[in-house]
């Protein structure tokens, strides 16, 4: 008897035979991958459970302590600091996170002793805390200029200090916070760090234990603020800080040379003299008054300088607005304040500024060489006297500001300072936290300010 024929097949069933269980899987990954990372903002998932760990031992947390998390993510830090800590107070920007991380303790008894608030940690006003964990989300250079230098200076300038801070950052940022001076990323972000805490490198931690892996490697370190606090002014600190390491590879000499620098010290000196009614006498430098001046410095050199008290106080014109002038070449700087604006030091930055500035002080010199009779081949020469020096030629370069009384009392208060502390020839580099104090008691003695 014949057989049946059989229908034709396009022989999917046999080629596929997986393909249900196939589907079911595709159905349970979509289910376990709610979100997608937002790289946008810095999100990479610790993911080692060792890690995780270590950083919760390193806090040295106690049953009464209150935590706060900066960036809880999923939850893989949170859950471990619940079974140690009191409460926690977590931090999220996303809130697809914060409502994972609700749904990881919820229906437990942890869910009571957590609190997430949803927004960002750097304009969040926060509640009384005793430690700060954190992985602090980055993206590459982003974490240095937005996010890690603010949060460093936002907790530490919080009313109580909180006892201890284990913050994950950035490789490159995390050593400059522990560099020391001499140190090849030795910079103002370290010394000013370094005023207010004692600061440790605990570990290193690759890129691989991340979901998903940044472009970076990173490095947990634990920053112990310094209690009580020094009693100096973080914007006089500051303040002399920005100053000297615009050139950090140069002389505390060559710091204070620069025109800008002088007209900012003249500026604070006037108004450090008029909060404390002190009366002064100005006006330009004639060329009498310069013989007569010199003649007297080389008759008193072995004397120090005395502070005259001459009469009537004008407040000149022109001078520099405040100290972020100084670094008007220098975007990154230009927003630093103690409530958490703090960026990083790009050391090739540094020199390209360094360079810049020997050669605007070259195109400095050589306009004032005009006034003694050089001029450049395509100006014709111009007319000086004792109120003005012309720079250049027709083309309307602006006359030079005539120096004051005041500018070269102040000029000479500099070099007292640098005299009388013996750091004149040292190098920003190589200064540490009892130079830089040094200098800032002196300068203020001398009633030149920073801030």
């Known amino acids: 008897m014949g057989k049946a024929a059989r229908g034709k097949s396009n022989g999917s069933a046999r080629s596929r035979p997986y393909d249900g269980s196939t589907s079911a899987s595709k159905g349970r990954n979509a289910k376990n991958n709610i979100f997608k990372m937002n790289r946008d903002i810095g999100q990479h998932i610790l993911k080692n459970p060792g890690i995780a760990q270590a950083i919760v031992e390193k806090a040295g947390l106690k049953q009464s302590d209150v935590v706060l998390e900066v960036g809880p993510g999923s939850g893989n830090l949170t859950v471990r600091i619940l079974d140690k800590a009191k409460r926690v107070i977590a931090v999220e920007l996303d809130p697809r996170m914060a409502a994972e991380l609700t749904k990881r303790v919820q229906g437990k008894p942890e869910e009571r002793r957590l609190e997430i608030m949803l927004g960002d940690v750097i304009k969040t006003e926060l509640p009384y805390f005793d430690v700060c964990i954190g992985n602090t989300p980055y993206q590459g250079d982003i974490a240095c200029t937005q996010i890690s230098s603010p949060l460093v200076f936002k907790l530490l300038a919080t009313s109580p200090t909180p006892r201890t801070c284990i913050l994950m950052f950035q490789r490159e940022f995390a050593m400059r916070l522990v560099a020391r001076p001499g140190d090849a990323l030795y910079c103002r972000l ?58 950090r590879n140069k002389t505390i000499q060559a710091s204070f040379k620069g025109k800008t620098v002088m007209l900012l010290l003249e500026k604070n000196y006037r108004t450090w003299c008029a909060q404390n009614n002190l009366p002064l006498e100005d006006g330009p430098i004639t060329a009498a008054a310069t013989a007569a001046a010199a ?59 360094e360079e810049e500035e020997e050669e ?45 009384r005041i500018g070269q009392l102040v000029e000479d208060k500099v070099g007292k300072v640098l005299a009388d502390t013996d750091l004149a020839e040292k190098r920003t580099g190589k200064c540490d936290e009892t130079d830089f104090l040094k200098l800032l008691w002196a300068f203020n003695n001398e009633g030149i300010h920073f801030n």
């Open 190 to 247: 370290s010394a000013n760090a370094q005023m207010w805490a004692k600061i440790t490198h605990i570990m290193k931690v690759g890129r691989n234990n991340f979901n998903p892996p940044p472009a970076v490697e990173s490095s947990v370190v634990r920053i112990e603020p310094k209690s009580p606090r020094p009693q100096i002014s973080y914007d006089e600190w500051d303040g002399l800080l920005r100053i000297l390491f615009v050139r």
């Open 295 to 353: 003649a007297a410095r080389d008759h008193d050199h072995h004397m120090p300088l005395a502070d005259p008290d001459p009469v009537g106080h004008i407040i000149g014109e022109g001078g520099v607005d405040d100290i972020d002038d100084l670094n008007e070449d220098e975007d990154d700087e230009d927003d630093e304040e103690w409530n958490g604006i703090m960026d990083l030091d790009d050391p090739q930055e540094e020199e390209e500024e």
């Open 360 to 404: 605007e002080e070259e195109k400095e010199d050589a306009l004032a060489s005009d006034g003694d009779g050089i001029h450049p081949p395509s100006s014709a020469p111009t007319t000086t006297s004792s109120s003005s020096v012309v720079h250049g030629s027709s083309r309307g370069r602006p006359r030079r500001r005539p120096r004051s």
